[in-house]
Each structure stands twice: as structure tokens, then as C-alpha cells.
């Protein structure tokens, strides 16, 4: 039983799968016979995977599924991305000092993240006029929107200096690497993007190609290689071991997958029952829909729109968990 939410794409875009942690059920396989029933991948077809978030783990591909062990090849980025690094001694120094930056700037949000939400949950618990408080809660939150905008443009400005300053895809090890890269990109029919740390994922996916290396083909992101494909990431975790969390933006993510938030371990990570919680982060990134991928659930972009299978479900505006066929 599946159903469908948000806008429509175009039938000849090729199929993107979002799928939450690893358990019995959608299996890659089982994802991958799907696609082949269905036109999208050829029966025996190459696929590609991107296991850079796996980190020295990577190129392990019995991990995710033995079954497609000898049809899938590794594209080995976060190796490949050392081998650059030892290679372009010049170009790995000025990454680390762009890293750097990012980090400071992220300390630097969150510290004024802070006070823009603890701002806005004390407006949400003053009593009073409505007249009055609706509009200051309104602002409120917007500023917190604003901080998340800005916050994206800072990411992607410190970057842009980094790569306008060094031009990484054309000094020569980075381009020997991006031709293998190719290589053996050749015949693939599908790119699988595994899970792990989802910084490493998208660092190496955006040194060697981004959203271009993947091309027209079929694109399956698991856990954390799901929330790469989204426009934005947004990292969570409502009881870190270091005392009260916040979602925040990270980065902005390969677009594929518009206008969803994927929240992979929600179960484990937000306090569900929590609905001033759950309604503040509805509420902060819409109308995107925040979709709560759990073991074994999963999402498709479809023509008519994103299809959803495995109980899947979302973060409505008043809180609730609630399945694609009530919020669709």
C-alpha cells in the first residue's frame, strides 16, 4: 500500500529512492528487482556505490547487500579523496582551512540558534491576546528561517572561495581521479549511496562531481545517503548525550529529492510524542514535509509525485505522525 504526496515530475526522470536504516525488509536487491521490473535498470546491470561515509569501512560491499556483491563496483571515493590529498599537498592544506571556517561557523549558528528558538518556544508559551502574540511568534519563527537561509549562503560562500581560490577539478590529481571515477561509471545503470557520516558523504560527492556524477540514472540514498539528495541537510537529534538538541541546517544536498526533510532513525532520535516538538520542526521547514525514515521504510519519486511504502509517515503542522495516505 503506498500513497503519494507533493508535486509531479517528469515520467522520463529517472527513479530516486529514499530508503531509512538497514533491516529485513527493502533490501537493495529488492529495490534493485523492482527497477529492473519496472524498465528503470537492466537485468545484470552495473551500479555504482558511494560508501565514502563508511570511511575506512568503504569499498566493503558484502555490507549492504551480498546478494548484489558481484554487480556492484565501489567507486571508492573517500580513498580516492586521500590519494588527492597526498598527491596535492597545496590543495589538501586550503581544504582543511575551508573545514576549519565551517566549523567555527556551525559553532557560531548554534550559538545563535539558541537563543532564536528558546526565543520563539517562550512566545509559544506566553498567554495573553492573540492578536498580539500570533504576530510576535510569527516573526519569531521567521527569524529562525532567516538564520537557516543565512546559514546555507555562509556555507556555500566559504566554499565558493575555496573552490574559485584552488579550481579543484582542474589541478591534474583530482582529474585523474574523477577519470576513473567516470570509468567506472561507464556501464552503471544505478548509484546506490550508503549511510555513515553524512558530512564525508557529501564532501567527497561534491569533490568529484556532485550531482553531475550521477548523471540520469537511478539513485538510491540510504540513511544518511538518503538526506544528501535533499535540498537541505538538516541534522537532529532531540537527546544527544551532551544535553539538549536542536535540528540545524548542515549543508545544502544535491536537490534531487525536493522538498523533503529526511529524518533516517526519527524513532530513535525525536521524541515523537513530544507534539510542541514535532510541530515546531513541521513548522521551521515548510512546506517541505519532514519524512521520518525508519528501519526499513522507504519513499520513490513518481511521476505523480513522491510515493511512500513501509508505513512511512510524516510530521504534520500540529505534530502528529501521520502516514501519507492522511497527509497526502
Excluded at 558511494?50 to 558484502?62: K, Y
Excluded at 556483491?69 to 580516492?80: G, K, M, P, T, W
Aim: net charge neutral; charged share 30%.
Amino acid at each position: 500500500m503506498s500513497a503519494r504526496w507533493g508535486r509531479s515530475t517528469p515520467s522520463t526522470a529517472p527513479p530516486v529512492v529514499l530508503l531509512g536504516p538497514r533491516d529485513g525488509r527493502n533490501t537493495l536487491s529488492n529495490v534493485i528487482e523492482e527497477l529492473e521490473a519496472a524498465g528503470a535498470v537492466s537485468p545484470d546491470s552495473r551500479i555504482a556505490a558511494v560508501t565514502a561515509g563508511w570511511r575506512e569501512r568503504e569499498a566493503q560491499v558484502g555490507l549492504f547487500d551480498p546478494r548484489l556483491a558481484a554487480r556492484v563496483v565501489d567507486l571508492e571515493l573517500y580513498r580516492r579523496s586521500a590519494r588527492v590529498a597526498d598527491a596535492d599537498p597545496e590543495l589538501a592544506r586550503a581544504r582543511r582551512e575551508a573545514q576549519d571556517r565551517l566549523k567555527l561557523l556551525r559553532r557560531a549558528y548554534n550559538v545563535r540558534l539558541a537563543g532564536c528558538i528558546d526565543a520563539y518556544v517562550r512566545l509559544l508559551d506566553l498567554r495573553g491576546d492573540a492578536s498580539v502574540l500570533s504576530a510576535e511568534r510569527a516573526e519569531a519563527l521567521e527569524a529562525i528561517r532567516r538564520l537557516d537561509e543565512r546559514q546555507l549562503a555562509r556555507v556555500a560562500e566559504i566554499r565558493s572561495e575555496f573552490e574559485c581560490g584552488y579550481t579543484p577539478e582542474a589541478r591534474d590529481p583530482v582529474r585523474a581521479q574523477r577519470r576513473e571515477v567516470e570509468r567506472l561509471l561507464e556501464d552503471a545503470e544505478a548509484v546506490v549511496i550508503a549511510g555513515g557520516h553524512v558530512g564525508l558523504l557529501l564532501s567527497r560527492l561534491r569533490l568529484f562531481g556532485g550531482r553531475e556524477l550521477l548523471g540520469e540514472r537511478a539513485v538510491i540514498g540510504r540513511s544518511a545517503g538518503a538526506m544528501v539528495l535533499t535540498d537541505r541537510v538538516v541534522l537532529f537529534h532531540d537527546r544527544p548525550p551532551w544535553g539538549a538538541g536542536n535540528p540545524e541546517v548542515f549543508d545544502a544536498g544535491l536537490g534531487l529529492a525536493e522538498g523533503i526533510v529526511a529524518l533516517p532513525h526519527a524513532s530513535a532520535r525525536l521524541v515523537l510524542d513530544d507534539r510542541d516538538r514535532t510541530s515546531r520542526l513541521a513548522a521551521r521547514f515548510a512546506p517541505a514535509a519532514c519524512v521520518l525514515l525508519d528501519p526499513g521504510q522507504r519513499v520513490d519519486r513518481a511521476p505523480a509525485g513522491w510515493s511512500g511504502h513501509g508505513g512511512v509517515e510524516l510530521i504534520d503542522r500540529a505534530g502528529r505522525c501521520v502516514s501519507l495516505s492522511d497527509a497526502a
